[in-house]
């Protein structure tokens, strides 16, 4: 059965295993966002996984080897000293180190393994197209936690429905990565073998294909999946330009409001008839945070909803508490402001920026920090005058990017998301300086309403008050718990 309720696979960590696990629990889709979860992994073993959740996900991973060997380099019994930086893995490149793939795929095992613990529930995992070269290794290990579902945006997916039908049977995969300055004859892939990174003996286990939904904002790039798609595509979530984190661009020429955000129209609507008669079941998110809108979304055709910002503020959530708390009280004030920034993501998608004291969405702080890019998740590839490949990053330092060949104009008002979104889920990294990475939170326009979901006489509220309230137009039962 499909569910009606898909919980936002929010990045880095604010959708993590506990807030997919309480979701699932309740009967609906629970999402783990797969987005950085190398570094999230190191950052929990080296604050001393006080609770063991993390060793005994990784006492499960089926090759134990790699899991000792990230105890062995990770783990802080009680935790490291504060003002200790956290440890940082290789970034990728088009030939990553074996252990980069080993310790990618055993985060994204870690993350699926405990939210399916415990019970039968529904568990997918998020990635984005634009964070290409960990893509494989997290695919992997998700699928070796059971994962049910795999969500991919920020991107046309093409490769993903193929590579799924190949791994779920161990087979070397490959993957197609953007270059700019590329020649059309030009082939750059990724290569990702379970047998020479893990073991011959992975045949033994047995994996399921879990479905694909792309994230999709148009019936176009729909069609255009089925049509060009290396494999079976299993239904589409339909993303509009108020839902958080990043959008897709608007269609034709991109114009700006008197804020300096782009302006959605007409051609940025999706045909709902046209959808249904793809024949696949879809979703629809951005702003679907009502009960009347999840009644209607179904009544058109859809076969239900994602909700992303009010998940994103409940108990559940990995957001940072504090930054929580503040956010949900500035919202239920009617104080909250959300900023579609067109700059902000090195992506060169528009991004949501809720507007908060303290963090990245304040000019003042944006100027105090010192760029570095030390963890390269966004970082592209480009193609290099003698044919090799390099990496660079429009939020790393200036000079640095336009020694790469970038232009100094596409580093104007770029952030580093990697280490933003990672202080907004709790893990900053602490600079030599002294300086400790500041947070910058991303909402939907939906934030405005998170009242609703508070109970009367609460300063917050849990995954549960989300569903109940999103679904009491059906006149359903209270949720009923997934067991084994």
């Known amino acids: 059965m499909l569910p009606k309720i898909i919980q936002g696979g929010m990045g880095v960590a604010i959708s993590d295993w506990k807030l997919a696990k309480a979701v699932s629990q309740l009967g609906q889709m629970g999402v783990v966002s797969g987005t950085g979860l190398s570094r999230i992994l190191i950052s929990r073993l080296m604050d001393g996984d006080a609770q063991g959740h993390i060793r005994r996900a990784l006492s499960q991973f089926p090759f134990q080897e790699a899991a000792k060997e990230i105890l062995e380099k990770y783990f802080v019994p009680n935790g490291k000293p504060v003002d200790e930086p956290y440890k940082l893995a290789s970034m990728y490149s088009l030939h990553p180190p074996k252990f980069l793939d080993e310790l990618t795929a055993a985060a994204n095992f870690v993350e699926v393994w405990l939210a399916k613990e415990g019970h039968s529930g529904l568990i997918g995992v998020n990635l984005l197209e634009k964070v290409q070269m960990p893509t494989l290794a997290s695919l992997y290990g998700a699928m070796l936690a059971g994962v049910d579902y795999v969500l991919?945006?920020?991107?046309?997916?093409?490769?993903?429905?193929?590579?799924?039908?190949?791994?779920?049977?161990?087979?070397?995969?490959?993957?197609?990565?953007?270059?700019?300055?590329?020649?059309?004859?030009?082939?750059?892939?990724?290569n990702f073998d379970p047998r020479q990174i893990f073991s011959d003996l992975i045949e033994t286990i047995k994996l399921k294909r879990?479905?694909?939904?792309?994230?999709?904002?148009?019936?176009?790039?729909?069609?255009?999946?089925?049509?060009?798609?290396?494999?079976?595509?299993?239904?589409?979530?339909?993303?509009?330009?108020?839902?958080?984190?990043?959008?897709?661009?608007?269609?034709?020429?991109?114009?700006?409001?008197?804020?300096?955000?782009?302006?959605?129209?007409?051609?940025?609507?999706?045909?709902?008839?046209?959808?249904?008669?793809?024949?696949?079941?879809?979703?629809?998110?951005?702003?679907?945070?009502?009960?009347?809108?999840?009644?209607?979304?179904?009544?058109?055709?859809?076969?239900?909803?994602?909700?992303?910002?009010?998940?994103?503020?409940?108990?559940?959530?990995?957001?940072?508490?504090?930054?929580?708390?503040?956010?949900?009280?500035?919202?239920?004030l009617g104080e909250a402001d959300v900023f579609t920034d067109a700059k902000i993501s090195p992506t060169g998608f528009p991004f949501k920026v809720a507007r908060m004291g303290g963090t990245l969405s304040e000019k003042e702080v944006y100027e105090e920090r010192s760029r570095i890019c030390d963890l390269g998740f966004l970082r592209v590839a480009f193609k290099k005058e003698n044919g090799a490949l390099g990496y660079r990053c429009s939020a790393e330092p200036v000079d640095d990017?336009?020694?790469?060949?970038?232009?100094?104009?596409?580093?104007?008002?770029?952030?580093?998301?990697?280490?933003?979104?990672?202080?907004?889920?709790?893990?900053?990294?602490i600079r030599k300086s002294g300086y400790l990475e500041k947070p910058l939170l991303?909402?939907?326009?939906?934030?405005?309403?998170?009242?609703?979901?508070?109970?009367?006489?609460?300063?917050?509220?849990?995954?549960?008050?989300?569903?109940n309230y999103l679904l009491s137009s059906f006149h359903l039962d209270s949720p009923k718990t997934a067991t084994a």
């Open 152 to 190: 991919m945006g920020a991107g046309i997916p093409t490769q993903i429905a193929g590579i799924l039908d190949k791994l779920s049977t161990h087979q070397a995969v490959n993957y197609r990565i953007d270059v700019i300055g590329a020649d059309k004859d030009d082939s750059y892939k990724l």
């Open 210 to 332: 879990p479905k694909f939904l792309p994230i999709i904002s148009s019936v176009v790039l729909a069609q255009a999946l089925i049509k060009r798609s290396e494999g079976a595509i299993d239904g589409f979530v339909i993303e509009g330009a108020t839902a958080g984190g990043h959008n897709a661009p608007p269609r034709g020429a991109v114009k700006m409001n008197e804020r300096g955000e782009p302006i959605y129209g007409e051609k940025d609507e999706v045909d709902l008839e046209k959808m249904k008669q793809l024949g696949l079941p879809f979703w629809l998110a951005g702003g679907y945070g009502h009960p009347d809108q999840v009644k209607k979304a179904i009544e058109a055709g859809a076969a239900g909803v994602q909700v992303g910002t009010a998940f994103a503020l409940c108990n559940e959530s990995g957001m940072e508490p504090e930054l929580k708390q503040a956010l949900v009280q500035k919202a239920v």
């Open 401 to 429: 990017f336009v020694a790469k060949g970038g232009q100094v104009e596409d580093t104007v008002g770029r952030s580093c998301l990697c280490n933003n979104l990672l202080a907004t889920a709790g893990f900053p990294q």
């Open 442 to 467: 991303t909402t939907g326009d939906d934030v405005l309403n998170i009242g609703k979901f508070v109970p009367r006489g609460a300063a917050s509220y849990s995954a549960e008050d989300v569903i």
